[in-house]
């Protein structure tokens, strides 16, 4: 099956047997419990939600499919799907290397939660050379999103993934701007993928979830156990919601790219606008590698706006159509500023010297008729 049937059907064949319904869409079971004949064994396969349910198991499956991957395993947020990863794979003493320019509150899980048992170097991983020089003999996992969460900067995952299984480290990549549609980090040698459900895979911006897909059968058993014994599950409906998202996620996909690329452009021409962060420009510094491992550009892009802080604020108040708000991969186009917003968390000296600047503007662009997009870009900047 090719990308867009399995994200149609994996995990939803209709169950034809005698005395079932027959359903089309994946139903969702609501029951917290399931009652078994035997004693010993469940019966339909389900004994308690928190452990597996029908909606999750058909939202698993399909993850799984998309990112050609053995296993998938969902959780109720992102934050949810980062926090079972990082207690399943480390213990106390063990070291990370991660890129530096992070979404904020990847950055905040890693410094005030983990940091008290697990070391972390944070690096500029658009070189792999550094994160070759950071490894340290106590470093079990790499930790990259590629683009990056604002600045859109990539990490060469085929390279990175080489160095890691010199040394036995797991390398994790966060696809959730990329998208298995765009970027399947497996194909290049990672080993995991984690994802932010709640953006382009649920789509809609009415679902906040997590995914980890792999293929290592002895890691998958221990984040299994895990997603039951810490229980940060989602819920059946926002596995449906998730389910239901993936269906039309290369239609979506393909538009978000299209207007991105129309948006992008636009921007990089207008006197108001000093640099345009987006990997689809030939004049990104890593568009040869963007083409190679990433089959679009996506929907996300950043910019800085030539002023002050001032100026950006006053521009952001102008925007109508866009939404001033946290967030991306709806159909609808959304705005923000990651120094006083996604990216508050991290302390300003920091965010200063990875190059979140005061000026800095993230947009995920819509799926809404481009003209409109472009007219509202055009009266907010003036
Ligand atoms: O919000 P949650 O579903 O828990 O996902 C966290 C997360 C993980 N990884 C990346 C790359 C992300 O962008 C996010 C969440 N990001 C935002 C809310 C944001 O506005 O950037």
Redesign the pocket.
Known sequence: MRFVTKAIHVGEEPDLREGSSGDVAVPIHLSTTFARKDVEKPTGGYEYSRTSNPARDALEKKLAALENAEFGLAFA????A?STLLLSLLKSGDHVVACDDL????RRLFRDVLQNFVEFTYVDARNPENVKKAIQGNTKLFWM?TPT??LMRLCDIEAIAKIAKKKNIVTVI?N??MTPCFQKPLDFGADVV??????YLGGHSDV???AIMLSNETLYKKIKFNQNAVGAVPSPFDCFLVVRGIKTLRLRMERHDENARALARYLESHPKVKKVYYPGLPSHPQHELAKKQMSAFGGMLSFEIKGTAEDAKAFLGRVKIFALA???GGVESLI?HPAL??HASIPEGERKRIGITDTLIRVSVGTEDIEDLLGDLEQALG
């Open positions: 947020s992102g934050m949810a980062e979404y904020g509150g990847t999103e969460n604002p966060d959730t701007f984690v994802h932010s459900t709640t953006k906040v979830g997590g946290e967030s991306l923000e917003m996604t």
